[in-house]
């Protein structure tokens, strides 16, 4: 069983910067992989960012790439996910998700093959 809580999200106006965690209550943290997902008013729930249990494989969705940096730390059961030079069209609720596995490319960036999901933090971003 795993637990995520994100924190870090907010309000913040166009080209800043917000740094969002996801704190998780696993006993074997360092055989999870680890998403970020966010989803806006009106539209499906889409890949963000995604990192592999050890930390050395990463994938990001073309949106973000260059803008967003995920990263984890399993000493402290923790993934953050680092956003700069923000836009309008990246306000979201954004989620953490898991997966126990070693593996990654295969199901990496596909939400349905995530076990876990935490409950949503809130990014806005204003014009």
């Known amino acids: 069983q795993v637990q995520l809580v994100e924190s870090g999200g907010g309000l913040v106006q166009a080209g800043g910067s917000l740094r969002l965690s996801c704190a998780a209550s696993?006993?074997?943290?360092?055989?999870?992989?680890l998403g970020w997902f966010r989803q806006a008013p009106g539209k499906d729930r889409e890949f963000v960012a995604s990192i592999n249990w050890s930390g050395k494989l990463t994938s990001y969705a073309d949106s973000v790439k260059g803008r967003f940096t995920i990263s984890r730390d399993n000493a402290k059961n923790e993934a953050d996910l680092q956003m700069n030079s923000l836009k309008p069209e990246d306000t979201a609720v954004y989620y953490c998700?898991?997966?126990?596995?070693?593996?990654?490319?295969?199901?990496?960036?596909?939400?349905?093959?995530?076990?876990?999901w935490g409950q949503g933090t809130q990014v806005t971003v204003s014009s």
């Open positions: 696993a006993r074997a943290f360092n055989s999870v992989a």
């Open positions: 998700a898991a997966k126990q596995t070693y593996s990654f490319s295969s199901f990496a960036t596909t939400a349905t093959k995530y076990d876990y």
